[in-house]
C-alpha cells in the first residue's frame, strides 16, 4: 500500500471512531431537542397543591392543582443537554399550618431520567413527602420531605 491509502484508511478510522464515540455518549445523556414531560400529582386528600416552576429560560408561573388532578408541562432539552426545571411547592393543612419544598422536578442526567422512567417524569405529592414515579418499574419513590413554612417562604 501507498502512503495515501494509508492517510486515507488513517482518516476513515478516524471518522468512525469519533462517531462511535459521539453515538455512544449520546445515548448515556439525554438526546438535545428531544421532547420531555413533567406532570405534577396532587395526592393529598381534599387539599390544594400550589406550585410556581420554572428554568433558566421559562417561568411557568404560579399554579395551583386542585385535589386527585395534575398538570404537566412539556419542553424540548437545549442543545447542550443542560436543561434544569425546579419547582417551588406549597399546600396548606386543615389546622392551616403552611408547609413547602423546593426542589429540582427535571434534569438533563443520565441517572435523573432513568429514575424518571424515561423522558416524561411524574411527581407526586402526599402528606408525608413528594415521590418520583418511575414509569418503567410502576414504584413511586419518596424523594422529599415537607418542611413547614415560615411567612417569608410563602
Excluded at 19 to 30: C, K, L, P, Y
Excluded at 52 to 57: A, G, I, L, V, Y
Excluded at 63 to 71: H, L
Aim: with cysteine; net charge positive.
Amino acid at each position: 500500500m501507498n502512503q495515501r491509502t494509508i492517510s486515507q484508511l488513517s482518516f476513515f478510522g478516524l471518522v468512525i471512531v469519533l462517531a462511535v464515540g459521539i453515538s455512544n455518549a449520546f445515548t448515556v445523556i439525554s438526546k438535545p431537542f428531544r421532547m420531555n414531560y413533567v406532570r405534577i400529582v396532587n395526592d393529598l386528600g381534599n387539599i390544594e397543591l400550589v406550585f410556581h416552576c420554572k428554568s433558566k429560560d421559562d417561568d411557568l408561573g404560579l399554579r395551583g392543582v386542585k385535589p386527585a388532578a395534575y398538570w404537566e408541562f412539556s419542553f424540548r432539552q437545549n442543545v447542550f443537554v443542560s436543561t434544569l426545571f425546579f419547582c417551588n411547592f406549597w399546600y396548606t393543612n386543615f389546622d392551616k399550618i403552611t408547609f413547602h419544598a423546593v426542589f429540582v422536578v427535571f434534569k438533563s442526567d443520565h441517572e435523573f431520567v432513568k429514575e424518571c422512567g424515561g423522558d416524561y417524569c411524574m411527581w407526586i405529592a402526599k402528606e408525608d413527602g413528594l415521590y418520583k414515579y418511575n414509569l418503567q418499574t410502576k414504584m413511586a419513590v419518596k424523594k422529599y420531605d415537607w418542611q413547614r413554612a415560615v411567612m417569608n417562604d410563602v
